[in-house]
């Protein structure tokens, strides 16, 4: 098969520029022709096989309405590559609704990896945290999730995006909770698809430091701040527990800072950015991975990844994270944005470390990037028996 990925962000990336990668390398190990199309908006070497132009400047709101570079490119890259399927990840945020119409003769498949197409910040989470449960339009402008210049410009983006969104065959969901997210507000998600990690046979051998981890992005809605004061109240009943923190974003310089109002200086680190390797390097040994989320988080790779290591991952009990964890048995849930609910289930995993190979055995049964990949190339074969029209 020659199959076309597009995606916004050129990998390497965050967990979906990893997991699109790795679907990429995977289909060509099995003798697919697979070839990644992105945009250019990266400072790093890019392993795409096509780009076209992208920014994270502040021209960007306007490109993601409309990128007249995606469009050109992606009719040349069509025209000369024929792909026999074409999927869509992320395309909302540099490539933009623009390339759909190129889309309509081709078998298509768009992997919702999260709430993007029905939400211009693409979290579904309102300014003061709640979980937002409005469809997108003014609402968006007047509980200050947009500014009327980025109002007015995705709002179009928006319209376009539903005007065109049947070109697609199938629109797949990293997770239920995306998919029961979308049909509510009018995408036909039919399928689910958890993505995957790679396979790690055995645990790798745990740290006598009771160590705790975290890896992400450090913005609001990740929930750092909630996991900086819940492992204060830890160290009052653990005081060789250690925190690791690797990551970096606009929330850093307030998160050191708390960590320095909660005389947490000796106990917590900040790794600042390191890719993905190391990170895997670093946290294998780890006790405890911490997904302390306080948005409807769809999937996140750092959470199998943390399974597969066989350490106990304690997450937040929403979005797509209960599909994975079950409380108890292989990981622990616990409420979003309660920091005495964390630390107490932090302090739970230090003394139910067996959990850890439920979680790892869970992972290897369900989670690996070869399960998902077959489910992948099995919804290829389903859109390309489709009859045409």
Known sequence: MKILLLHDNPPPGGGAEKQFLGLR???????????????TASKKQSVS?????????????????????????????LEDFRPDVVQANIYLTQLSPSILPLLQNI???????????????????????????????????????????????????????????????????????VRVRLVAEGVPATHVNWPGVAIQEKIPEKSPTPQVVFAGRLVKEKGCDILLRAFGIVRHKCM??????????????????????????????FTGHISS???QQRFASARVQVIPSVWPEPLPIAAMEGMMNGSVVVASRIGGLPEIIQDGETGFLVEPGNPQDLAAAIQRAFDNLEIGQAAHEFALSHLTEEKSVNRFISLYEHVLQKPAG
């Open 240 to 269: 060789h527990a250690q925190l690791v923190i690797a990551g970096d974003g606009p929330e850093r310089t307030r998160l050191e800072r708390m960590k320095q109002e909660l005389h947490l200086d000796s106990c917590v680190t």
């Open 277 to 279: 390797e190391e990170v």
């Open 49 to 77: 096989d096509y780009e076209c132009f992208g920014t994270i400047s502040s021209f960007r709101t306007l490109l993601q309405t409309y990128n007249r570079w995606a469009y050109q490119s992606l009719k040349k890259v």
């Open 25 to 39: 390398n995977e289909l060509r190990k099995r003798g697919h022709d697979a070839r990644l199309f992105t945009s």
């Open 107 to 177: 078998p298509s498949i768009y992997y919702a990896v999260w709430y993007r197409s029905i939400c211009p910040i693409g979290t579904k989470m309102l300014p003061d945290n709640r979980t937002c449960f409005y469809p997108a339009g003014r609402i968006c402008l007047r509980t200050g999730c947009l500014p009327l210049r980025d109002w007015i410009p995705l709002m179009y983006q928006m319209k376009m995006q539903r005007r065109w969104q049947g070109v697609f065959e199938l629109v797949v969901a990293v997770s239920e909770a």
